[in-house]
């Protein structure tokens, strides 16, 4: 598939701000953040902003941009209208929080269950982004069950570590903000490399035979294209990625995304303080880089079976 | 509204004969020129006449080669939307441009509410729905809709474009869910068959295979048993062999 830079810096961006968001719902219901004004003005401009530049992103790919709130409407049978309901959803009871946290400094009574909602809300938005691509049988390297937690763990991984930038830079840094971002980093690096494996090893079931109806004859090769000029189906579907150049990429999302990140992090449990910061810093920026990539190779990994009616044998 | 009929009352669809397609594109210039002023208009077309010429068809004609010597076949391979009756492009439209139609099982995007999220063409595997540029919507076979019910058409008219145009007769039209209709019992006879049946999607439309035809062997003699002169007139000769060799001292 041809990685769409709206949509990569959509999910990507989108994902961070929820999962950062959820980690500030829980933490501060759980009293375990400080409900200080200046340090929640920082928390939700972060999260919400990285959200919202996200969606708006999302809407710069359509044809006409202007007809996007027709897209609230089919939510009983399109991941894609339950990710923008959910979406608006989310603002309510976090913007809310947001009230509570920054004007009346408080995360208790009524702020408390708005931070449970956003906490939820946060999880089946990102969920529901993931399930656009999840639900597509077309796509055989997104349809199947690792892609939701990938999208899910990446999300938390990146806000995680966003956190504990946030934290460091308002002085108010625990040892333990450390330790929730490293599972996170974990467990998500753990199911993309489930996911990689996948990936290598499943079958391609799907072949010109069966696409043509033809496999009576034997084996069934193109002969005359229909056109001669490339079409939306080649631009949009027809991305392909060398097997080396992919296992290149998956390297560095490797070090980027995850090992970078996690040692930066580390190192802080050892030297907190300014250098903290900068490694804190240096992890955020390292983890961003990593998810675009790993995002980008999401697209760029994944075949679209219309390709067999143009040359593949298999996806 | 993207979730689907319960049933429809007819499944209107298109049978393509494989056996007798010559691969000729008049079908999909006529669904072109019908299109680009029709339900669908228009087919804008970007660098018509330059270098990398692009924009939506909604019906497009391989070619493709099936199994080898004499056994082998060219199967000429038109494909357009098959009106599946579990279409994920309408489901995963966010907007409900995307809809099948109860009475008929057409399926059909609205011009007037697509937003161009191009999801649809996503989650079709049969390549059937194109993005118009200009347009900013998605763009896919009607089944001529606006041919097939158009009372200021002759009656004879009122089929799709592609049918119409078709100097073979490879195209057929008519009601898939009617087991007594012409279309049902040719797919039936010829035993018509599904395009990635795997997937689950049920496509109205079906494919005719391309019959396997007896082959004459009564003159093909065993290579042991060729006449002597053949070999003679391919031995090469001094002239040729000279130029064999100058031909491979020159292009190594
Ligand atoms: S062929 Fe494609 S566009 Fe047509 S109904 Fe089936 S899935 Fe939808
Ligand atoms: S491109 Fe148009 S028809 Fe297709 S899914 Fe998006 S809104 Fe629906």
Redesign the pocket.
């Known amino acids: 598939m041809h990685p769409a830079y709206s949509v990569i810096f959509f999910t990507t961006s989108s994902g961070a701000g929820y999962g950062l968001l959820f980690l500030l719902a829980i933490l501060g219901a759980l009293g375990l953040l400080p409900a200080e004004r200046w340090f929640g003005l920082a928390g939700f401009a972060i999260a919400l902003g990285l959200i919202s530049g996200g969606l708006l992103s999302s809407t710069f790919h359509l044809g006409h941009p202007e007809r996007s709130w027709r897209a609230f409407s089919q939510w009983r049978s399109s991941w894609l209208s339950r990710e923008g309901v959910l979406a608006v959803f989310t603002y309510v009871p976090s913007g809310v929080l947001a009230i509570g946290w920054i004007y009346f400094e408080t995360t208790s009574s009524v702020w408390n269950l708005m931070a449970w909602l956003t906490a939820f809300f946060s999880v089946a938005t990102v969920y529901s982004t993931a399930m656009i691509y999840a639900s597509l049988k077309t796509i055989p390297q997104w349809h199947n069950g690792l892609v939701p937690p990938v999208f899910l763990f990446l999300a938390l991984a990146t806000g995680a570590v966003l956190l504990n930038f946030l934290m460091l830079a308002f002085g108010i840094w625990q040892a333990w903000a450390v330790m929730i971002a490293i599972a996170a980093l974990l467990a998500a690096l753990a199911l993309k490399l489930k996911y990689w494996a996948f990936l290598n090893t499943r079958s391609r079931e799907h072949t010109v035979e069966s696409a043509t109806g033809l496999k009576q004859f034997g084996n069934v090769r193109p002969l005359d294209p229909p056109h001669t000029a490339p079409n939306y189906l080649n631009k949009e579907m027809g991305y392909a990625i060398a097997r080396r150049h992919s296992e290149r990429l998956r390297r560095h999302v490797l070090t980027l995304c995850f090992i970078t990140p996690a040692l930066l992090l580390a190192l802080i449990l050892v030297l907190p303080g300014m250098f903290g910061l900068f490694a804190a810093g240096a992890a955020v920026i390292a983890s961003a880089t990593g998810v675009v990539i790993e995002r980008w190779l999401l697209f760029a990994d994944a075949e679209h079976v219309v390709n067999l009616y143009y040359g593949r044998e298999a996806i | 509204m993207t979730t689907l009929p319960p049933a429809t009352g007819k499944k209107l669809g298109l049978v393509i004969d494989l056996d007798i397609c010559v691969g000729c594109h008049a079908c999909a210039v006529s669904c072109k020129e019908w299109n680009t002023g029709g339900y669908s208009a228009p087919l804008s077309d970007i660098d018509a006449y330059g270098n990398d010429p692009h924009g939506p068809w909604l019906n497009r004609i391989h070619s493709f080669e099936a199994g080898d010597g004499t056994g082998g076949r060219t199967v000429h391979f038109p494909r357009s939307?098959?009106?599946?009756e579990e279409?994920?492009?309408?489901t995963v439209c966010p907007t409900g441009a995307s809809y099948?139609r109860s009475e008929d099982g057409i399926?059909l995007v609205n011009p007037d509410t697509c937003i161009g999220c191009k999801l649809?063409s996503w989650?079709?595997?049969?390549g059937?729905?194109e993005y118009d540029q200009s347009h900013g919507v998605m763009k896919?076979?009607t089944l001529c809709v606006d041919r097939i019910y158009n009372d200021n058409l002759p009656e004879a008219d009122r089929v799709p474009a592609c049918v119409m145009a078709c100097p073979t007769g490879a195209r057929h039209f008519g009601d898939l869910g009617d087991p007594d209709s012409i279309v049902s019992k040719v797919v039936k006879e010829r035993e018509g068959y599904d395009l990635l049946p795997e997937l689950g999607?049920r496509?109205v439309n079906k494919y005719l295979p391309p019959r396997t035809r007896e082959v004459d062997r009564s003159h093909a003699k065993p290579a042991g048993e060729r006449p002597a002169q053949i070999d003679a007139v391919h031995a090469p000769t001094a002239v040729e062999k000279f130029f064999g060799w100058a031909d491979r001292m020159l292009s190594d």
Not at chain 2, 81 to 84: A, F, G, K, M, N
Not at chain 2, 123 to 126: D, G, I, S
């Open positions: 939307c098959l009106h599946c279409p994920d492009c309408v099948k399926v649809c989650a079709c595997p049969y059937a729905r896919k076979c999607y496509p």
